[in-house]
């Protein structure tokens, strides 16, 4: 028994600018991540000697050191080396750039660097994003987190565009401590679904974004930091000019693909500053169902938390008691359309869904709207409902909910994204 523990004991002896890299893939797998001495990182984030950090299964982690270190690993890794060859002192010197603004627009009381994120798929857009949020939490700055890709979600639960005033660095195991974030629900895991309320939300939140930094100094000239989709062609291309021009954006920081890279500089306004980064080599690529794996553990967390457990409740909703919404009603010709409505007009419709067994495991987004004579699609939501069960004879519904019990007549809104409560 002790010498099978002993095995699975690893230590790394890190020379300056090295990065441990280590995946746990086994079914409720733990590693237990340990600084020994020196000094280290994980995407930003210091560690603390002596701290032991607990990784669970679906983790993928780098260990970065800028002085040298020693770490320790225990439980089973499924893959775990050392690499020399990183692009981390070229994210630094972005940092370092976005520095340079933001002490500019300090002294000028002007808007800090508002910088967007873009690549394809898996080439660590988000894990960018944190790291350059921690180098700027650390240096006393109150940087805005923007996530705009729908598919993952690390704001809230996926299907949703949110924002977060970010004022101290990512917590290693958990990520950015989700204190009052601004939410909006969009529905789907790709913005490609309805691609008229995607464009419709961002424009609403850079909107609200805009309003809370100039009614904040700090954060104003801290600056915003946007995380994007991977999808980069044809209408995901466009997608993301819409985003950069929503925003205002200054920075398009461009991961590992050249041929966006040019687009982007052809295509944009030669204020904003397109900046090609190469992609860290120790980014893995998910296939399709570690992708849903990962949403549907992000729902998890939401629901349950990870480090910090949390304790949902769970009650019974009558149905006359709940008003549930979709946005968006099927796409129809332009020609049966009213006088005056385009097609596209009808995907950012509210339209009122008869509940039923097609709610069944379904995230419902409760509204801050109170009624639909308010503009219920552009209003941010307060959070997330699961229906774990549905009862036709009973006429009622059982939501999983992390509040005790939502005011009655509130307005639901119907999410794409489904979730299996197991616990
Ligand atoms: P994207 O946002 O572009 O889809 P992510 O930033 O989410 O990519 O990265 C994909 C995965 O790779 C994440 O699980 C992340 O933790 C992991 N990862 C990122 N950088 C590294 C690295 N240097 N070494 C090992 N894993 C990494």
């Known amino acids: 028994m002790s010498e099978e523990r002993d095995a699975n004991i690893q230590e790394f002896k890190l020379e300056p600018d090295c990065e441990l890299r280590f995946e746990v893939?086994?079914?409720?797998?733990?590693?237990?991540?340990e600084l020994k001495s020196g000094m280290a990182e994980v995407f930003g984030t210091e560690l603390v000697k002596g701290k032991g950090y607990v990784f669970t299964t679906g983790a993928k982690?780098?260990?970065?050191?800028?002085?040298g270190c020693v770490i320790?690993?225990?439980?089973?890794?499924?893959?775990?080396?050392?690499?020399?060859?990183?692009?981390?002192?070229?994210?630094?010197?972005?940092?370092?750039?976005?520095?340079?603004?933001?002490?500019?627009?300090?002294?000028?009381?002007?808007?800090?660097?508002?910088?967007?994120?873009?690549?394809?798929?898996?080439?660590?857009?988000?894990?960018?994003c944190r790291l350059l949020l921690n180098y700027a939490v650390r240096m006393g700055r109150r940087p805005i987190l923007v996530d705009l890709d729908v598919g993952q979600g690390q704001i809230s639960v996926p299907g949703t565009i949110g924002a977060l005033l970010v004022e101290r660095p990512a917590a290693v195991e958990e990520g950015f401590s989700q204190q009052a974030p601004l939410v909006y629900h969009y529905g789907h895991k790709s913005p490609s679904t309805n691609l008229a309320l995607y464009n419709m939300l961002v424009s609403r939140l850079a909107e609200v974004i805009s309003e809370r930094m100039q009614a904040n100094r700090k954060a104003n000239a801290s600056g915003v930091i946007i995380n994007t989709c991977g999808w980069v062609k044809g209408d995901g291309y466009k997608q993301l000019t819409h985003v950069a021009q929503a925003f205002e954006v200054d920075i398009i920081l461009v991961l590992d693909q050249e041929r966006l890279y040019n687009e982007l500089v052809r295509d944009m306004p030669t204020f904003v500053k397109v900046v090609f980064l190469p992609k860290n080599g120790g980014v893995v690529e998910r296939s399709q169902s570690a992708r849903a794996e990962a949403r549907d553990a992000?729902?998890?967390?939401?629901?349950?938390?990870?480090?910090?457990?949390?304790?949902?409740?769970?009650?019974?909703?009558?149905?006359?008691?709940?008003?549930?919404?979709?946005?968006?009603?099927?796409?129809?010709?332009?020609?049966?359309?009213?006088?005056?409505?385009?097609?596209?007009?009808?995907?950012?419709?509210?339209?009122?869904?008869?509940?039923?067994p097609n709610l069944l495991h379904h995230l419902l987004a409760v509204s801050f709207a109170a009624s639909v004579e308010e503009d219920v699609i552009q209003s941010n939501v307060a959070g997330f409902v699961c229906v774990t069960n549905v009862d036709m004879e009973r006429q009622s519904m059982t939501v999983l909910s992390p509040q005790p019990r939502p005011l009655p007549k509130t307005l639901l809104l119907l999410s794409d994204i489904q979730f299996m409560d197991s616990h």
């Open 61 to 67: 982690v780098a260990v970065f050191t800028w002085q």
């Open 72 to 128: 320790e690993l225990r439980g089973k890794t499924d893959v775990s080396y050392v690499a020399k060859e990183t692009p981390v002192v070229m994210y630094l010197n972005a940092h370092a750039a976005l520095e340079q603004l933001r002490k500019k627009a300090e002294t000028e009381n002007s808007r800090g660097p508002v910088t967007m994120i873009v690549g394809p798929m898996d080439v660590g857009k988000s894990t960018l």
């Open 25 to 33: 893939e086994s079914k409720n797998e733990k590693v237990i991540l």
């Open 298 to 356: 992000r729902v998890r967390e939401y629901f349950y938390g990870l480090r910090t457990p949390l304790y949902p409740h769970s009650f019974d909703v009558r149905f006359s008691d709940a008003k549930i919404y979709k946005i968006g009603a099927p796409a129809l010709p332009d020609s049966c359309m009213p006088l005056g409505m385009k097609a596209e007009d009808n995907l950012t419709k509210l339209v009122a869904v008869t509940p039923g």
